[in-house]
């Protein structure tokens, strides 16, 4: 089989047990390290409700990371595959946005990766969720309250990258609330890091999408003071 994530691959930290047997057991053995520990606890939490949520990446800066990453929502590979939302799964997503802090120098330590809503929306085994189909704007809203204690947690959190247009109306969605702690977070929109989207050329600025996305996280990257 192809692996998709080549960059993680390459630097020996792929997520696949098909590819990297043990990887995905040892990534998630290690769920309790200081930086992580808050963060997978409130993953646990979650988890009650009868949710899928991928751990808290232990290889990522955790709670003091400066940069928070936003999709919308898990992707199937992390969700049901490494469970652990990471840059290293096995996934050409997962690839590009790894190339993209790559060359905008943000490198793992300074950085988390999550999604407004921490569970896939259209996870088949979900029990509440005839067809795997929810509403967006209704599982938004209820994820609210655990995007904020996510943020509670970052206390050295100085910028959050909203990846594509989902994530960026999730997002709205969320911190829609007057004392939403998001409200207060510096944020940067960019093209979300899907081949559709990373291969395309953007029709107001008539650049590649992935020449955006890197620019918009070199962006972020120089305007942290740590």
Avoid: K
């Avoid at 992580?36 to 808290?56: F, K, R, Y």
């Avoid at 946005?97 to 950085?111: H, I, K, N, P, T």
């Avoid at 989902?166 to 929109?189: F, L, M, S, Y």
């Amino acid at each position: 089989m192809t692996i998709r994530n080549r960059h993680a691959h390459a630097h020996g930290t792929l997520l696949s047990e098909e590819h990297a047997p043990g990887s995905v057991a040892a990534r998630r053995a290690r769920r309790d390290e200081p930086h992580v520990a808050s963060l997978n606890a409130l993953v646990d939490q979650i988890a009650a409700d009868g949710e899928h949520v991928p751990l808290v990446d232990p290889d990522s800066g955790g709670t003091d990371a400066r940069v928070l990453l936003l999709g919308r929502d898990p992707r199937c590979s992390a969700a049901r595959g490494a469970r652990v939302a990471s840059p290293d799964t096995d996934d050409l997503a997962a690839h590009n946005l790894s190339v993209a802090c790559e060359a905008a120098d943000l490198g793992r330590a300074r950085r988390l990766h999550w999604n407004v809503v921490p569970w896939w929306l259209e996870d088949p085994g979900a029990d509440e969720a005839p067809n795997g189909r929810r509403s967006v704007a209704d599982e938004t809203r209820r994820a609210a309250p655990h995007l904020a204690t996510l943020l509670d947690h970052l206390t050295g959190l100085e910028h959050v990258v909203l990846l594509g247009r989902a994530a960026e109306e999730a997002w709205t969605r969320a911190t829609a609330a007057e004392h939403h702690p998001g409200r207060d977070v510096a944020t940067t929109a960019c093209p979300h890091p899907s081949p559709l989207a990373w291969n395309t050329t953007d029709r107001a600025t008539g650049r590649p999408n992935r020449e955006l996305t890197v620019a918009a996280l070199s962006a972020v990257r120089g305007s942290l003071t740590g």
